[in-house]
């Protein structure tokens, strides 16, 4: 277990103001890889100066491609035993990173995820009830995820439906793989949300993306 390592995977678009401190909180802690989604600020230069290794898309991928190299970067070119994925705006407070750290690190877990204090929309508090009910699970749009590396392995991708970061937590669900949940205090955004706090395509846009992860097959459960 001493040989663990971790990687965080923070995918930015235009972060400037923000990823260096989310970045700094996690120095010490494993591999740090942030994606710079296309950014037209200096989010690279702000993450690499803080401790951060980069990677960049000249055009952006949107948040699904952005997870998706991070995580294809963390595991293959870093060879890390888990990944946690958090957001690049400081919405996710950094004191339940050693819990996350923790829960992969006892290898009891396939999935750990976060639960956050705070919901902003209305499909958030929707899928809250109904994930609770179905699988036990408070927050599955909480962007503070952790994944041990033979659930990725299983599938070689993190997202192919663009499903708001739900697709590879949700084939671990249904394929009834071990999971917890680490609570999440989730402080009040400096700026606008990228998908827009309340709009109505913006919860359209989370409700078609759990939908269309919800039709991709279950992780075979005889992974290790």
């Avoid at 993450?47 to 000249?58: C, E």
């Avoid at 949300?193 to 269309?212: F, H």
Wanted: aromatic content about 6%.
């Amino acid at each position: 277990m001493g040989s663990y390592r971790v990687g965080f995977v923070i995918p930015a678009l235009n972060e400037e103001d923000t990823v260096g401190a989310v970045v700094r909180g996690l120095n010490g802690r494993g591999v740090i890889i942030v994606v710079d989604d296309g950014s037209s600020d200096n989010t690279a230069l702000c993450a690499s100066n803080a401790g951060a290794h980069v990677v960049r898309h000249v055009a952006s991928r949107g948040y699904e491609g952005a997870l998706n190299t991070g995580i294809e970067t963390a595991f293959v070119s870093h060879g890390v035993d888990g990944v946690i994925t958090l957001d690049a705006d400081g919405e996710h407070d950094l004191s339940s990173v050693d819990e996350f750290v923790r829960a992969l690190q006892g290898q009891k877990y396939a999935l750990v995820l976060g639960a956050r204090d705070r919901k902003n929309r209305v499909v958030e508090k929707l899928a809250g009830l109904i994930f609770l009910v179905r699988y036990g699970v408070r927050d599955i749009f909480c962007g503070m995820k952790g994944y041990q590396a033979y659930v990725w392995k299983a599938r070689q991708v993190f997202d192919s439906t663009q499903s708001v970061g739900t697709e590879l937590a949700l084939c671990c669900l249904r394929a009834r793989l071990p999971f917890c949940e680490v609570k999440v205090r989730s402080p009040k955004r400096l700026g606008p949300s990228k998908y827009g706090a309340r709009s109505i395509l913006a919860n359209l846009r989370m409700l078609g993306g759990i939908l269309r992860a919800l039709r991709i097959k279950p992780i075979n459960t005889d992974l290790h």
